[in-house]
């Protein structure tokens, strides 16, 4: 079925064939040249990363994440039960158990305050998702990994632009405070390059190691900037890092970043204005945003009252032509893992996989479009 309002449509600014096509007729086709320099300096710069290293994913890159910290057989990992599949996938392919925390009663993202408790002496790393882009309470997090010896990977797929304040006052690009952070250019993010995706180094410990086994384990990359004089094999790693046709793409989109977010932001107000009065009365809730965290206009959702209710309003949208969608079956009462979990109730996790409900959102809607969209809801 083909929607008159699709959930997502990628946003080409323009540029992107003509720097594919300077890529590939320069002659530096695979990876590590040009765009890919010119993409991993800019966000680098810009949101004051460590070591940016592009990835083929953000599922490549939180892979990457668990070899660089050495997850081995047994070591524990906690994270949200509400995520995508790769944040655990990344730690399971390397052994590791997956301790699931429940989600915060106000907002989707890891509910902070309870993961002192999930922590034992084989907990290894924490990885908390900023979900819709809003931060993670980062302080407490980075201080629970002190006090306990933990890495924290930040899964910020969805977090490129989103900040997060914290005690001392600073604002901190998402992505810049954990150990390692992982984000996603997938075409239904904010900035896109189809497949793609980024390894935030920040902890200075893993930047030689990390540009090791993004490149097959070898020491490529020092050889070709003169550090080493042969180049061979000397760690475990894979191919995660993405043609220069991939980066030059990306590279078109990261030229248009703050137009792209200003569209997103204008998009998001549009909705939250049009469905407040009514979201109130139906008792549905919009997306709060703690103290700490912006927002980067990666979703709207809304969380409905009940599971009832949310097939109602996804069964009104379809019947005019507009798809919106849920997501994440909770991680730990999944086919693959609910055996495996502890047994621990997650009720928050439950509760959004019943109730959220995610609106179309890209850069080429229109405020007609958006309007056409609330107003179907409230009919
Ligand atoms: C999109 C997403 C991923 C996976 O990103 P890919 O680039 O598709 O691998 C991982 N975690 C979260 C929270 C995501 O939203």
Not at 29 to 32: F, L, Q, Y
Not at 81 to 85: E, I, L, Q, R
Not at 188 to 193: A, D, L, R, V, W
């Given at each position: 079925m083909s929607y008159q309002i699709p959930f997502n449509k990628p946003y080409l600014t323009g540029k992107e064939a003509h720097y594919m096509y300077d890529a590939v007729y320069t002659g530096k086709?695979?990876?590590?040249g040009k765009y890919t320099q010119l993409c991993q300096a800019f966000l680098k710069e810009r949101y004051g990363f460590g070591k940016c290293l592009l990835t083929t994913s953000c599922t490549d890159a939180l892979e990457m994440a668990a070899i660089l910290i050495n997850i081995q057989p047994g070591d524990e990992v906690i994270m949200p039960?509400?995520?995508?599949?790769s944040t655990a996938n990344a730690f399971i392919l390397r052994g590791a158990v997956i301790v699931f925390a429940d989600s915060r009663k106000d907002h989707p993202g890891m509910d902070e305050s309870s993961i002192e408790k999930l922590i034992t002496p084989k907990t290894k790393a924490i990885v908390p998702v900023h979900y819709a882009g809003v931060a993670c309470d980062m302080d407490l997090i980075m201080s629970l990994a002190d006090k306990y010896n933990l890495f924290v990977i930040e899964d910020a797929a969805q977090a490129i632009d989103s900040f997060y304040t914290g005690k001392d006052g600073k604002k901190k690009a998402l992505g810049s405070i954990g150990h390692l952070a992982a984000f996603s250019f997938h075409e239904?993010?904010?900035?896109?390059?189809g497949e793609g995706g980024m390894l935030a180094v920040n902890d200075p410990q893993f930047m030689a190691r990390a540009e090791i086994i993004w490149e097959k384990g070898t020491n490529r990359s020092a050889f070709f900037r003169g550090e080493v004089d042969k180049y061979g094999w000397v760690d475990m790693g894979s191919s995660f890092l993405p043609s220069e046709i991939v980066a030059a793409f990306l590279w078109a989109q990261l030229e248009n970043l703050d137009d792209i977010q200003k569209k997103r932001a204008e998009h998001w107000n549009v909705y939250h204005n049009q469905l407040k009065e009514w979201a109130n009365k139906e008792k549905i809730s919009l997306p709060g945003l703690p103290g700490f965290a912006t927002n980067n206009a990666h979703m709207f959702f809304i969380v409905c009252s009940d599971l009832s209710q949310r097939t109602a309003i996804i069964d009104k949208l379809k019947q005019s032509g507009i798809l919106a969608v849920f997501h994440y079956l909770s991680l730990h009462n999944s086919p693959f893992y609910k055996d495996k979990h502890?047994?621990?109730?997650?009720p928050q996790t439950d509760h959004y996989s019943d109730c959220l409900l995610r609106l179309p959102m890209y850069y080429e809607l229109t405020t007609k479009q958006i309007e056409l969209i609330t107003n179907t809801m409230m009919k």
């Open positions: 086709i695979s990876g590590n039960s509400y995520t995508f599949v239904t993010k904010n900035i896109i390059s502890d047994g621990r109730e997650l």
